[in-house]
């Protein structure tokens, strides 16, 4: 059973950058997308940034420029940097992986939420003005 675990959250004031990071039971080097998605209060889900298994990375427009998907292999850990965060950057977020899915034909569809079928519990972000 695959099981994903985030961390890194907190409070912070506009401008000031977190690391989120994500706990993977998966093996990260093997055939996995993996992806950060984020869901403010009120909002529907939206995706933040993915990764392939082969190195493709693919952001929410934006967040370029700021925001950093990388993975850990020694820790088997996925990481988000998030520099110069917005207060309406608020929200819950999540860390997704999929076996099936990839972004070498989804790049249309990378930020929906049922391309992913392993979800961790979400850590919280919040942004002060």
């Known amino acids: 059973q695959v099981h994903l675990s985030e961390s890194g959250g907190g409070s912070v004031q506009a401008g000031g950058s977190l690391r989120l990071s994500c706990v993977a039971s998966i093996y990260l080097r093997g055939n996995y997308c993996m992806g950060w998605f984020r869901q403010a209060p009120g909002k529907g889900p939206e995706g933040v940034a993915a990764?392939?298994?082969?190195?493709?990375?693919i952001y929410e427009d934006s967040v370029k420029g700021r925001f950093t998907i990388s993975k850990d292999y020694a820790e088997n850990t996925l990481h988000l940097q998030m520099n110069s965060l917005k207060p309406d950057e608020t929200a819950m977020y999540y860390c997704?992986?999929?076996?099936?899915?990839?972004?070498?034909?989804?790049?249309?569809?990378?930020?929906?939420?049922?391309?992913?079928?392993?979800w961790g519990e979400g850590s919280q972000v919040t942004v002060s003005s």
């Open positions: 990764i392939d298994s082969d190195g493709s990375i």
């Open positions: 997704a992986a999929d076996a099936w899915f990839s972004l070498t034909y989804g790049t249309d569809t990378w930020d929906h939420i049922n391309e992913y079928n392993y």
